[in-house]
T-cell receptor, first 115, second 115 residues
Framework: AQSVAQPEDQVNVAEGNPLTVKCTYS??????LFWYVQYPNRGLQFLLK??????LVKGSYGFEAEFNKSQTSFHLKKPSALVSDSALYFC?????????????FGTGTQLKVEL | DAMVIQNPRYQVTQFGKPVTLSCSQT?????MYWYQQKSSQAPKLLFH???????NEADTPDNFQSRRPNTSFCFLDIRSPGLGDAAMYLC??????????????FGDGTRLSIL
């Protein structure tokens, strides 16, 4: 079965500092990985995806993610955090069962960026 | 802008009183999903439609039903809401172009409260 793990419930970072939100995956076959962000009382917004190709994926709002096959990781990064980046972040993997375009989500990481 | 719209944003119902949540999309996507999300947890997939083909998750209670009368609209019916059904309900869509590697697009959700 496909799964992703987000080992940190919360990450705190100072504005202007780099941020990393961690995600590891466990899949059979090639992984299709996604990052989403959720602001309070809003739906999930797509940030970026890895399907194939370059290991460094660039996405929305200055975010990027590094796919590392040997470490089975797909960590989300941003060089300089903003207070407005404070939100709940979900890593997800495409679930291929049932003909699917279903996603299996991680448990989420709350990012708090402080002045 | 093309989007996924959920109405209402907030819904209050009484214990045991049937309630219907609605979702519409202008993306012309052939797949529509309903998720349940409780207090900053990961979204939990209830069911999804591939065109008119309904796919129920194995652990979705019978109390939850869905209808998709056409491509643009999808409804979630809760026949007899219990206190445990209080949650955010998220609708999402996706396209199966590009072999299904497209992200899901989410609405802003309906927050359901049970009195």
């Amino acid at each position: 079965a496909q799964s992703v793990a987000q080992p940190e419930d919360q990450v705190n970072v100072a504005e202007g500092n780099p941020l990393t939100v961690k995600c590891t995956y466990s899949v059979s076959g090639n992984p299709y990985l996604f990052w989403y962000v959720q602001y309070p009382n809003r739906g999930l917004q797509f940030l970026l995806k890895y399907i194939t190709g370059d290991n460094l994926v660039k996405g929305s709002y200055g975010f990027e993610a590094e796919f590392n096959k040997s470490q089975t990781s797909f960590h989300l990064k941003k060089p300089s955090a903003l207070v407005s980046d404070s939100a709940l972040y979900f890593c997800a993997v495409r679930d291929m069962t049932g003909g699917g375009n279903k996603l299996t989500f991680g448990t989420g990481t709350q990012l708090k960026v402080e002045l | 802008d093309a989007m996924v719209i959920q109405n209402p944003r907030y819904q209050v119902t009484q214990f045991g009183k049937p309630v219907t949540l609605s979702c519409s999309q202008t993306l012309n996507h052939n797949v529509m999903y309903w998720y349940q999300q409780k207090s900053s947890q990961a979204p939990k997939l209830l069911f999804h439609y591939y065109d008119k083909d309904f796919n129920n998750e194995a652990d979705t209670p019978d109390n939850f039903q869905s209808r998709r009368p056409n491509t643009s609209f999808c409804f979630l019916d809760i026949r007899s809401p219990g206190l445990g059904d209080a949650a955010m309900y998220l609708c999402a869509t996706s396209s199966l172009k590009d072999r299904g590697n497209q992200p899901q697009h989410f609405g802003d959700g309906t927050r359901l409260s049970i009195l």
